[in-house]
């Protein structure tokens, strides 16, 4: 199987512009979460979704935001870009079905964001 | 609240050394315990989890945990250290949210190993 893909792998923007990041989940997996991975805070929990519908967010600003299609892809929205949302983006997707906690997770390879 | 704890950044260890990369956890019913290996450049890789069971957990590349419910710790070990085993290692406990579960990691450990 296809790992968990995402798009673009590094991205530069100036502040107050907007992102949008893009992950394919592998075949099968419908749950897709995000994470924000910095040096300072180590990796955050951004939102999760299953079947189209967010689960759980994480303690970020209304700033980010996703969404997740049919198909289990997914895609998640940065309004405003500040300096402090530079950072490696990361996607992972689970066979979570609704209820089971223990399912690893798998993750792509990240997107960079750099904010100038 | 749900936490992990791992209390070391760097763990350092000489090539065919066994190797501990420590793990604490807090949690309010029975934990899902996960280590995850962070190599350069590249996303988080699964090695192991824990559900119930044996409290030693084996996972890939010759990795193990050992579950020890009494000191809320699960240790990621491994007899005899690689070179290629440098990398981020993280370990999580599955949180139950408002919705759904999600993902609490620790800080990381950076191992080196030198050869």
């Known amino acids: 199987k296809a790992g968990v893909t995402q798009t673009p792998r590094y991205l530069i923007k100036t502040r107050g512009q907007q992102v949008t990041l893009s992950c394919s989940p592998i075949s099968g997996h419908r749950s897709v979460s995000w994470y924000q991975q910095t040096p300072g805070q180590g990796l955050q929990f951004l939102f999760e979704?299953?079947?189209?519908?967010?689960?759980n967010k994480g303690n970020f600003p209304g700033r980010f935001s996703g969404r997740q299609f049919s198909n289990s892809r997914s895609e998640m929205n940065v309004s405003t870009l500040e300096l402090g949302d530079s950072a490696l983006y990361l996607c992972a997707s689970s066979s979570s079905i609704a209820g089971v906690a223990y399912n690893e997770q798998f993750f792509g390879p990240g997107t960079r964001l750099t904010v100038l | 609240a749900q936490s992990v704890a791992q209390p070391e950044d760097q763990v350092n260890v000489a090539e065919g050394n066994p190797l501990t990369v420590k793990c604490t956890y807090s949690v309010s019913g029975n934990p899902y315990l996960f280590w995850y290996v962070q190599y350069p450049n590249r996303g988080l890789q699964f090695l192991l989890k824990?559900?119930?069971?044996?409290?030693l957990v084996k996972g890939s590349y010759g990795f193990e945990a050992e579950f020890n419910k009494s000191q809320t710790s699960f240790h990621l070990k491994k007899p005899s250290a690689l070179v290629s085993d440098s990398a981020l290692y993280f370990c999580a406990v599955r949180d139950m949210g408002t919705g759904g579960f999600k993902t609490i990691f620790g800080a990381g450990t950076r191992l080196f190993v030198k050869a």
């Open positions: 824990y559900i119930t069971g044996d409290n």
């Open positions: 979704y299953f079947s189209e519908t967010q689960r």
